[in-house]
């Protein structure tokens, strides 16, 4: 799709349904439940080549939940990973097949749009970096025209929280015109792990023109406390944490049930909400929740 077309595309498209987008649910925490074997550094994009009707199977049963957005199941296919694999096949071929993933579960869905997953560069939730400015800067430049030239509609930078990362994103995807929504992980007291102020950070952000800001992967009392100190006065969004135990446990499960997430739709419903998700321990049958919720409030 052209990337003027694919962002004022997803932008009318929302506008004319006066409802917030859903966005998909977990892929690799819940691809990790399963028996498939994972790679300790590719984790679960590794399915993308070794079991690829399992990846295309969750994208369609997110479709079939309710998704208006669905993710690719890029969060490890970046270069600073795949440089760490034993991978026979080429950083942009592993890109592209996994993009490919998400297009073939969508076929036939012309309202589907694929957001293709830029994680940070190294691990999440990671306060200090090992990484060199220029490592870090070719990392997301490449792996966002990697993801960009596979055929998504747009590109879905999670989980960033440092600011050096967020400006180069926002700076290649703007100067590039690649259609791009920032999602931040924030802290418990309120800020992204780089420390800036989370106003500074907005305003950073909406003057290279994204299609949304969201914040994803905190805990709903962490959201609950962002939403009472914060206006985004923007497009945004946000897809939260719904699994138990701490952000670096190996194994991940629900500790937010559907019902409970639906009850936080419900509760944080706003008319400049763009899109909703659901992020770690999430299921299909969280989107339905997401769905159902959004309706209820739609039509009150």
């Not at 293709?116 to 025209?145: C, M, T």
């Not at 009472?228 to 135990?245: A, D, P």
């Amino acid at each position: 799709m052209n990337e003027s077309m694919a962002k004022s595309n997803i932008i009318e498209y929302q506008s004319e349904l006066n409802r917030p987008l859903v966005l998909d649910g977990a892929l690799g925490s819940l691809l990790q439940m399963s028996d498939e074997q994972r790679h300790p550094v590719l984790w679960s994009s590794y399915l993308n080549i070794t079991n690829p009707e399992a990846v295309i199977d969750l994208h369609k049963k997110y479709i079939k939940a309710g998704a208006d957005i669905i993710t690719t199941n890029t969060f490890r296919t970046n270069p600073v990973a795949y440089k760490k694999s034993d991978l026979k096949i080429s950083n942009s071929e592993f890109v592209h097949r996994s993009v490919e993933l998400a297009k073939t579960a969508s076929e036939g869905n012309k309202n589907i749009f694929i957001a293709a997953s830029n994680p940070p560069a190294e691990d999440s939730y990671q306060p200090e970096r090992k990484l060199s400015q220029k490592q870090i800067e070719e990392n997301h430049r490449d792996h966002i025209d990697m993801l960009w030239d596979s055929g998504c509609d747009f590109i879905l930078n999670e989980t960033q929280s440092h600011f050096d990362e967020i400006k180069i994103i926002s700076k290649h995807c703007s100067e590039n015109n690649i259609p791009f929504i920032i999602s931040l992980f924030i802290t418990s007291d309120i800020k992204i792990m780089s420390g800036e102020d989370l106003a500074y950070i907005f305003d950073f952000i909406k003057d290279h023109s994204p299609i949304a800001i969201g914040v994803n992967c905190v805990y709903p009392e962490t959201f609950n406390l962002l939403r009472s100190k914060i206006t985004f006065n923007y497009r945004w969004g946000y897809y939260l944490n719904c699994g138990s135990g701490n952000y670096n446990d190996s194994e991940i499960y629900e500790g937010v049930t559907p019902s409970e997430y639906g009850g936080i739709v419900k509760k944080y419903y706003a008319p400049d909400l763009f899109f909703i998700g659901s992020c770690c321990g999430s299921t299909p049958s969280h989107t339905k929740a997401i769905k159902d919720a959004i309706d209820e409030q739609k039509n009150n």
